[in-house]
């Protein structure tokens, strides 16, 4: 475990996370990163009564890539929202979000029928009751995981493999983005795997306060990846949170053995493909594009310390026209805008966003975070697409 | 990463001035940031060469600049270099929509929000202190709640000064604000909004009348133009000024948005929250430097370095026991002797502290030197506070240095 990461006192109260919060300038309920954060983290040293003041952080992150002095502050909320919440009941509307796998694995048998049930007039007051936001609807299950798909591709063998991580949102909401990688791997001559026991990263976990089971879900990962890992496989996802989480946030939470080195194998799938690119290995016979697209770096991509790799691969595709929307956090961060007491403070973090997809009048909304793409779709009707799905028409 | 000209390591006003003074050469720029500078939470103003090393106030900045001993940044970077990057930057705020004002030709006293003057240059529009020097009188404005901000204090320092008007008075603003305490940046989010430019209108003018000289925190919007400069002016006929604050002093926000926006449409590649710890070097030139997260290394190859990393508070420069070091590329960094020469034991004598000097020295094309004078690395560059010779604090000079050795940087590089 990274735990050095937590040191509060390198932050110097500059103010810089203060101007960035996306949710501090929503409401004046919060608090703001600089206090809830560094600042309140040294009062809860002498285990003063846990507080809840960091329960209106949406853990998006823009504090951490403002910072001057590496403090990570969305850290610091995490930890005090676990230690809150280990001396007090959580909501069941909490749990039902951060165990996404479960209920993912639960409703799948049932589609459509499932969908029907979440998303009727009835049970969408009954949600409400629950703490749910009732105008945000919650993406449709598929009847065909992404997991169940795969097994039932037939890939064509190559002697260089690659491990794809698909994570919840991908594996039951939108398995094509892992169709859609695998097709473009095997375009440039890379196997595919995808190992047995992976589940949720455990983000949303961390993200409603329930730090064991986000530990179990980090140790069966890791465990999971084990062999690959020790054999130098790369590690991609296409989803920014379980790439994020993979290389950082459970290195600075859990001290699990094995974290450190996966991290140092996992990429995000632009990434990956950038490096590639970079190397001489990718495909240069590009299939001419068209279209134009607005492009939304997610906070957790923006987080990763790469630069935005999908808008450059987006940018150097021939015949697509790309601009980068630069309007700041949508304003879901995975599990927060679905909830009834955050819905209007998610919704006014994005309305920046929201203004420029309207103002663009472009094809389709690119970017690589599935809740991103879900929230820029319901608030706005835009077609959305990952940029891998862009690049597989290229490639094939 | 991919290949590139130019690699900018630090996301403050020195970086975000050489990438985008390279840029306009047609360099390809990659800017690599640990964090956002203090750009983004300061004044905004660029001050120049404020006081004298005696601490005498300095009337006219760029003749003075002739008398700077031959180590000082803006000796290094040449006379002819340092009014470039000056019209450099005018014409990137110009064309971003937020047209600065002055020159280095001559020292600007602006009010602070602590009733004091300091010494500037180069200003928004929305700061420039000519009608309150021009006035009979003045209203301070000041809101509810805001903190580090008290009309009182201001109108009380304000009143000594001789150019200023005698009778000053206060008009509170109510921007019924509930929840955690009000800040510049939350006034200025609440303008933002059209209603609330009307209520603060409205407000205002049960206080002043058409043609009086209004001072006002800095809050007239968060976005880099004179939109909500312009509505209250033509809405209550009185003249604005913006006094400069503490952080988050929101003037200084719009010249950061400004420049971002300005050196992306501009093409250049920005790497946020990575932090570069070491370089790649090969018989005398860097090949790359390497970015470290949690996970693991990135490596950034380029055919020029711009070091803007700032100094001591942001990580640009590290002091041990006896010795500091620039962390990057390992540069030395001289120091006195004995460490008990390194400051001035009287922190509030108004004196100057000896480290607020120390830094890199450069070759006459800004390249960092060993100590016999001689560039360690034939194509990086050091910029802003990183470099020796001067002391920000004291003299008041640090966006303005950082201006004049990133542009210079920012068009030597190949």
Known sequence: MKGYLYDSDRCMACTSCTVVCPV???????????????????????????????????????????????????????????????????????????????????????????NLAIA????????????????????????????????????????????????????????????????VMQANEYEVVVPRGLGCCGTPMVANGFPGAAERAVRRNVRA????TDAGVPVVACCTSCSLTLK????????????????????????????????????????????????????????????????????????????????????????????????EVAQAVGDALFKKVRASGADAVISECGTCRHQITVATGAKTLHPISVMRRAFE | MSACDVVVIGGGLSGLVAAAAAAERDKKVVLIAKGVG???????SIDVLGYEAGGKPVARPLAEMGKLPSNHPYARAGKQATAKAFEFFLDLCEKGGFPYSGSADVARWVPTAIGTLKPTCFLPRSMDPAPLEAAKAAVVVGFRGLKDYYPELIIRGLMQVPAYPKRFRTVIVDPEMAGRDVNALDIARWLDTESGRHACIEQMLTGIAPGNVVLVPPVLGTVPNYGVLEEFEKATTC??????GMPP????????????????????????????????????????????????????????????????????????FGSAREPVFGLPVKVPESQSDWSNAFLLSGGAQPFARFGLDVDARLRPTDGSGKAVFENVYAVGRTLSGFDDAFEKSGNGVAVVTGYRAGTLVA
């Open chain 1, 24 to 114: 501090a300038a929503a409401t004046r309920e919060f608090l703001g990163p600089k206090m809830v954060g560094p600042a309140l983290s040294r009062f809860r040293r002498p285990a003063l009564a846990p507080d809840l003041a960091a329960d209106l952080c949406s853990n998006c992150k823009n504090c951490d890539i403002s910072c001057p002095s590496g403090v990570p502050i969305s850290t610091l909320n995490m930890l005090s929202k676990a230690e809150y919440y280990r001396h007090h009941r959580h909501r069941l509307r909490d749990w039902v979000l951060s165990h996404g796998q479960l209920m993912g694995n639960l409703a799948t048998p049932f589609v459509p029928l499932s």
């Open chain 1, 120 to 183: 009727n007039p009835i049970s969408r007051t009954m949600l409400g009751a629950f703490g749910f936001a009732g105008r945000m609807p919650l993406p449709a299950y598929v009847r065909k995981t992404f997991r169940k798909q795969f097994r039932a591709l037939r890939q064509q063998s190559f002697p260089q493999k690659v491990v794809f991580f698909p994570g919840c949102y991908i594996d039951f909401y939108d398995p094509g983005v892992g169709l859609d990688f695998v097709a």
């Open chain 1, 225 to 228: 990846l084990q062999e690959w």
């Open chain 1, 248 to 343: 950082q946030e459970q290195q600075e939470l859990f001290d699990v053995p094995g974290a450190a080195e996966l991290a140092a194998r996992v990429y995000d799938a632009t990434e990956f493909l950038l490096e590639l690119r970079d190397r001489g290995k990718l495909k240069t016979d590009l299939k001419q594009l068209s279209g134009r697209y607005l492009y939304h770096a997610p906070c957790h991509l923006r987080d990763q310390g790469i630069g935005r790799p999908g808008f450059e691969m987006l940018g150097s595709l021939p015949g697509l026209e790309i601009s980068d929307a630069d309007a700041g956090c949508c304003g879901l961060s995975g599990s927060y805008g679905f909830k009834g007491d955050r819905y």
């Open chain 2, 38 to 44: 203090a750009i983004a939470v300061g004044s905004g």
């Open chain 2, 239 to 244: 003249k604005f000024i913006e006094i400069t």
């Open chain 2, 249 to 320: 002093a929101i003037t200084g926000l719009r010249l950061y948005d400004l420049l971002v926006s300005e050196i992306k449409k501009r093409g250049v590649r920005i790497v946020e929250h990575a932090t570069v710890t070491r370089a790649v070097v090969d018989n005398g030139r860097c090949t790359a430097v390497v970015t470290h997260g949690v996970d693991r290394e990135r490596t950034h190859p380029a055919r020029s370095f711009i070091l803007a990393t700032g100094g001591f508070y942001s990580g640009g420069l590290e002091a041990g």
